[in-house]
């Protein structure tokens, strides 16, 4: 289970450096900058996806480490293989929900003006700052969700590691300490 949550991990991790090379690769290929708003929401909604998607992820490896070291004899029956892929479609699922978010907010503003962001890899403060549409709604939304994500996953990792630290601090033997330290 956990080598699946690492595969999961290491393919996030390789798609997320991989998100703004699009637009890299057509500003190196063109006589002109590509910058385009159709073009620049792509690669940073691909960002929000990833970047969300590696904090769940982190989230539910907190988990597994959480059962293999506080509950090792039910370990197999916990995080036997088809919780392992309910878990990790949960994890693609929900952050492809948040993204969708992101991005029907960015789609919904107006903007005035041109439609040209002069920036390598164009973010969403950016995107903002070329709307002439009222934004309170919409970044509040935004905020609120993101907070929302961000503060329980923190805390679902905070949690589970001071519940491991403790389990192991109760380890009586020096070596068995050791031996659960390293498995973290």
């Known amino acids: 289970p956990m080598y699946f949550l690492l595969m999961n991990l290491s393919i996030l991790n390789l798609?997320?450096?991989?998100?703004?090379?699009?637009?890299?690769?057509?500003?190196s290929l063109m006589k002109h900058q590509v910058n385009f708003l159709f073009w620049m929401c792509c690669p940073s909604g691909l960002f929000v996806f990833f970047v969300s998607a590696d904090l769940v992820l982190l989230t539910?490896?907190?988990?597994?480490?959480?059962?293999?070291?506080?509950?090792p004899l039910h370990y197999e029956?916990?995080?036997?293989?088809?919780?392992?892929?309910?878990?990790?479609?949960?994890?693609?699922?929900?952050?492809?929900?948040?993204?969708?978010?992101?991005?029907?907010?960015?789609?919904?503003i107006s903007f005035c003006g041109g439609n040209m962001v002069d920036q390598f890899f164009c973010e969403i403060p950016q995107l903002l700052k070329?709307?002439?549409?009222?934004?309170?709604?919409?970044?509040?939304?935004?905020?609120?969700?993101?907070?929302?994500?961000?503060l329980s996953c923190f805390v679902f990792i905070i949690v589970s590691y001071v519940q491991i630290f403790?389990?192991?601090?109760?380890?009586?033997?020096?070596?068995?300490?050791h031996k659960a330290f390293s498995t973290c």
């Open 60 to 71: 539910v490896m907190a988990y597994d480490r959480y059962i293999a070291i506080c509950q």
């Open 130 to 150: 070329l709307a002439c549409s009222d934004l309170y709604l919409s970044e509040t939304v935004a905020i609120a969700f993101s907070v929302c994500l961000g």
């Open 166 to 177: 403790t389990t192991v601090v109760r380890i009586p033997s020096e070596q068995g300490r």
């Open 15 to 27: 798609a997320l450096s991989l998100s703004p090379v699009p637009k890299s690769m057509a500003n």
């Open 77 to 108: 029956r916990v995080m036997n293989r088809r919780a392992c892929v309910q878990m990790a479609a949960g994890v693609w699922i929900s952050v492809f929900l948040y993204s969708a978010l992101h991005t029907g907010i960015t789609f919904a």
